[in-house]
């Protein structure tokens, strides 16, 4: 039997192939993994190997999901409210540095995997209009003997002002992308903008498809943040770029003392009062101390293919955009 698509993500087992913690995919069989037949790994040994965390909490991988869907279901409707009360506002400049540095030229591809209520999106969007306008201004300048309707044609239609761009918006959480269909709507993005049902492990996207991949505060919620990096790099273009803006670890022990304090003290208690929900807030400020420090991650990054990875520390640390090219 051929290999599926992402083969990548696939063993043989001798008789078709098997996701490596999945169940296997030949039609009419749904078996899970074959324990019996793995050699030298005992029952026991696996079992362990399939628990993850979720916040500090440890969970079978198979239950991760499923939590953090529940998470991401009850937070929807305030989720944009609650991260400018949590952070005064400050993820809104982190979010628009991730933008800066990638630098989008009008026709850029982009694929914002947890992409949730769409603020990178619009950012996007917003960049790639202002970048064409300059562009066209620029070019109007050197065109003297154009006339008024043409010029006037030129700025007529919004997807004209994008030149191409496109960006797909991909979650897994229907609540999620509900929040961020409405939002669009309120702030008039109508055009370049795409939504997708999906999940970041297993992409419904064609490899070499994307020019850039972004990934906001959504990686640390995926079970298997390895495969959800190998995916990123299957649907990238040849040349493509992952950036990802996640939190980090902050090194300086005093600002560390601080952070702690509020992360563990006052923000449950802020999704208590604003969202009615303390534990998704409490499992906000647990996944971060659970997801790998700045080297670690960068390490995780280099493993699934990437060449030239970097990272760029923000706010001491709190929040890191890590960067890496497809070549
Ligand atoms: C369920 O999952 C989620 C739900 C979501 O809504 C969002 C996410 C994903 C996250 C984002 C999209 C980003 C936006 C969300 C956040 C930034 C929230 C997470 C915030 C932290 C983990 C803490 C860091 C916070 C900041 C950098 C914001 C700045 C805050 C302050 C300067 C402190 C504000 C002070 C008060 C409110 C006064 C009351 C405080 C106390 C009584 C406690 C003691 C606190 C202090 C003495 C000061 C606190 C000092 C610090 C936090 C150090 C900050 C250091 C610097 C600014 C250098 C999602 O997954
Ligand atoms: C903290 S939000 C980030 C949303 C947005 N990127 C932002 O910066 O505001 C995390 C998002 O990750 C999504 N998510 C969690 N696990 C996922 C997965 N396996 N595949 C796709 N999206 C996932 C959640 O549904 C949620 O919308």
């Not at 916040?55 to 409707?77: C, D, I, P």
Request: aromatic letters at 10%; a neutral charge.
């Amino acid at each position: 039997m051929a290999a599926p698509r992402s083969c990548v993500l696939w063993r043989s087992c001798g008789r078709g192939w098997w996701r490596a913690t999945g169940h296997c995919r030949l039609p009419g069989c749904r078996r899970s993994w074959p324990w019996a037949t793995l050699g030298t790994r005992s029952l026991s040994q696996e079992k362990r190997a399939a628990e993850t965390h979720f916040g500090f909490e440890t969970v079978s991988e198979g239950e991760k999901g499923g939590k953090v869907y529940q998470v991401f279901e009850n937070v929807a409707k305030k989720y944009d409210l609650m991260n400018d009360i949590m952070s005064l506002g400050i993820h809104r400049a982190w979010k628009d540095l991730l933008i800066r540095k990638m630098h989008p030229l009008p026709g850029t591809q982009l694929l914002d995997m947890a992409g949730g209520t769409g603020d990178i999106a619009f950012r996007f969007l917003s960049y790639v209009q202002a970048e064409h306008q300059r562009r066209q201004r620029r070019q109007l300048r050197t065109q003297q003997n154009l006339s008024w309707e043409e010029i006037a044609k030129k700025y007529q239609s919004e997807e004209d002002s994008l030149g191409g761009s496109l960006v797909t918006v991909c979650d897994i959480n229907r609540e999620m992308l509900k929040v961020g269909k409405q939002k669009a709507l309120d702030q008039g993005h109508t055009a370049g903008l795409a939504w997708v049902l999906g999940d970041a492990e297993e992409l419904p996207f064609d490899d070499d498809s994307f020019d850039v991949y972004t990934i906001a505060f959504g990686i640390r919620n995926v079970t298997h943040i390895d495969q959800a990096l190998q995916e990123a790099h299957r649907v990238l273009k040849p040349g493509g770029r992952f950036l990802c803006l996640e939190f980090g670890q902050v090194n300086d022990p005093l600002i560390s003392r601080l952070y702690d304090l509020y992360s563990f003290q006052v923000i449950p208690v802020i999704g208590e009062v604003v969202a009615g929900d303390w534990k998704s807030y409490q499992y906000l400020v647990e996944s971060i101390r659970k997801f790998p420090n700045q080297e670690e991650f960068k390490d995780m990054i280099e493993d699934a293919g990437f060449q030239r990875v970097t990272y760029e520390n923000l706010t001491t640390g709190i929040v890191a955009i890590h960067s890496g090219f497809k070549l």
